[in-house]
Each structure stands twice: as structure tokens, then as C-alpha cells.
């Protein structure tokens, strides 16, 4: 699986989750406060999930659910 290292080459990480964020087509601030608010009770072993670009694919499966 390829995961996205991006945060750890950066310097400033931060700055590095925004642009990661904004290349997946998401929202950096509401990105960050979801993953905070969650990574208490997530699964080790599922931490990918936590990455952008599954917060992107999350997020839309649930725009579209809300619509129907």
C-alpha cells in the first residue's frame, strides 16, 4: 500500500498537511479538526484511512448518501 509520507519529509508538517489536503480536494481545517477529533478511538492498523485522500472519498460517500 502506498501511503502518503509527504508530512514526514517536510520540514514544517503542517503546512505540508494543508497542501496534501488541498491536492485531494479537501477542506485542510475540516480535515484536521475530523482527525483530531477521532484519532482517540482509532485502530492502530487502520491508520491510512486518517490520510486525505480517504477523508476525501469519506466525506463524498456521505454527500451522496445525505442526497438520495
Do not use: M
Not at 479537501?26 to 491510512?48: E, S, Y
Not at 486518517?50 to 463524498?60: D, I, N, Q, S
Amino acid at each position: 500500500r502506498k501511503i502518503n509520507f509527504r508530512l514526514f519529509q517536510n520540514p514544517r508538517p503542517t503546512i505540508a498537511a494543508a497542501e496534501t489536503a488541498k491536492l485531494n480536494a479537501v477542506n485542510p481545517q475540516a480535515w484536521l479538526t475530523d482527525v483530531l477529533g477521532g484519532i482517540v478511538d482509532h485502530k492502530i492498523n487502520r491508520i491510512d484511512e486518517l490520510v486525505p485522500r480517504c477523508y476525501a472519498l469519506k466525506a463524498a460517500s456521505l454527500t451522496s448518501q445525505t442526497i438520495r
